[in-house]
């Protein structure tokens, strides 16, 4: 019986493979660029939110799978080409995610003391490229620009009480960094209001909650929310409501206590656009955001913000941009539409590249949350089997899979680690993380990762 190899090119994406192996002649290789497995759930996932990182037991059974192999530390695109790929298996799903950031496209955006999201918590969830982030936390206000999970992560993780922080997997330079940050300000800046923000109820009653902290509002951003709300789906009046009670409601007793003994402050603020960041007097770092002022046009998810030609000045010395992510183009040979930023795709068919297939925020572009990233894999991974049974995809000829792929990285030089050298990994960093009280203590060197087990011993 022929046995069909299809090939992984792991982003945030392992829930891709689980649907195929049902499937029970085929084989799944998954490959990724860095040691250690489980992308965005290691990488992207807050530190504070551990049950979401649960969804790691469903993956860890996947791939020991017996017809599921990882093979971590191998570049796709660099370490070997797409088109190799292809020659060696029958079917290539890229899933990597969208790593790029979008830019502010403003004056000043380049100074220091300006950072994107995506490398702030990869600096504190240990992502190897950002350890050397060492963001200055020496100023009193700090201004985020976007409102979706992201941003309330971002200014939940600099608010947070550093004892509560203690007992997460966040790094060690960046618990350090935090315990002596001076920043008792957080303002979470978007464009348009409040009926079109992005984050969902959970992150935002986390802000609510958070201990020490009490919000600080605009009574006028929210002028004729509470009577628009009777024609909205039922998440966003929530989520609306709890903004609506947080911003305008006297507080009973009990909370007015606790906001009176808050020594941190965090608010949204709505209208507002960043057309400058300002430098300090020596032009060397960041001394505030100027903000353009805006308006409604329309009215729901469809509202655009139009320009009243206001501005305003804010100052702060750390500015986080969370405005979205990117995908970037991993090989020349795979179609990339740059404008949207995503592979061209039906369903997850690559266009005009039969056997090539995407899933996550590759197919979709960056939207939507872990559940909706993991439906929209089974997706692909059906559009896969339809195409295996219907005969559209050719498994006529045996293919080599891994075989052929590991002797041209044995050629190059690249030594790939399995899962079982992960698990050692995981080990020492979960022995680490129990020295000192954590669930875990991430190591933040490539080279780290693969000495210490004798990875490139080769075994």
Excluded at 108 to 128: I, M
Excluded at 237 to 257: F, I, N
Excluded at 267 to 283: M, Q, T, Y
Excluded at 307 to 329: A, F, N, R
Aim: net charge neutral.
């Amino acid at each position: 019986m022929l046995t069909q190899k299809v090939k992984f090119t792991l982003g945030q994406d392992e829930s891709l493979v689980s649907d195929s192996t049902h499937n029970q002649y085929v084989e799944v290789d998954i490959y990724e660029r860095l040691p250690v497995p489980f992308g965005l759930v290691r990488f992207g996932v807050a530190p504070d939110h551990p049950e979401v990182k649960n969804v790691i037991n469903t993956f860890t059974q996947t791939a020991k799978h017996s017809r599921c192999s990882f093979y971590g530390n191998v570049n796709v695109g660099k370490d070997v080409s797409i088109d190799e790929l292809q020659q060696a298996y029958h079917a290539v799903v890229l899933s990597y995610g969208a790593e790029g950031n979008r830019s502010i496209g403003v004056p000043g955006e380049g100074l220091a003391g300006v950072y994107s999201a995506k490398d702030f918590v990869g600096w504190y969830n240990g992502l190897p490229n950002c350890r050397e982030l060492s963001p200055d936390l020496s100023c009193e206000t700090a201004v985020i620009l976007g409102q979706g999970n992201v941003a309330l992560d971002v200014a939940r993780i600099l608010l947070s009480p550093i004892d509560s922080l203690k007992k997460t997997d966040i790094t060690q330079p960046a618990l350090e960094a935090l315990a002596q940050s001076q920043v008792r300000r957080v303002l979470i800046v978007g464009r348009r209001g409040p009926m079109q923000i992005a984050c969902t109820i959970k992150e935002l009653r986390e802000m609510v909650n958070l201990p020490g902290t009490r919000p600080e509002m605009v009574a006028t951003d929210f002028e004729g929310v509470a009577e628009a709300l009777k024609d909205v789906p039922r998440p966003r009046k929530r989520l609306t409501e709890l903004m609506l009670k947080t911003a305008l409601e006297k507080p009973g007793e009990k909370e007015q206590e606790r906001r009176n003994k808050a020594s941190r402050i965090w608010g949204f603020r709505f209208f507002r656009s960043p057309i400058e960041v300002l430098a300090d007097p020596n032009h060397n770092k960041i001394a505030g955001i100027r903000l353009a002022v805006n308006k409604l046009e329309g009215s729901g998810e469809g509202a655009q913000a139009v320009l009243t030609g206001e501005e305003e000045d804010v100052p702060c010395g750390l500015v986080v941009s969370s405005i979205g992510y990117k995908s970037l183009s991993i090989d020349p040979s795979v179609p990339f539409d740059s404008r949207k930023a995503i592979v061209p795709n039906i369903m997850g068919r690559v266009q005009q590249a039969a056997g090539l297939y995407c899933s996550g925020w590759l197919k979709t572009g960056p939207t939507g949350v872990i559940a909706t990233t993991m439906n929209n894999s089974f997706d692909t991974a059906r559009s896969l089997m339809e195409d295996m049974d219907s005969g559209t995809l050719d498994l006529s000829a045996a293919k080599p899979g891994s075989q052929s792929i590991s002797a041209l990285l044995e050629k190059r030089g690249v030594k790939p680690v399995t899962f079982s050298d992960w698990e050692k990994i995981d080990n020492v960093e979960m022995m680490r993380g129990e020295a000192s009280g954590k669930p875990r203590e991430k190591l933040l060197k490539v080279e780290e990762m693969l000495q210490d087990f004798s990875v490139n011993a080769g075994h």
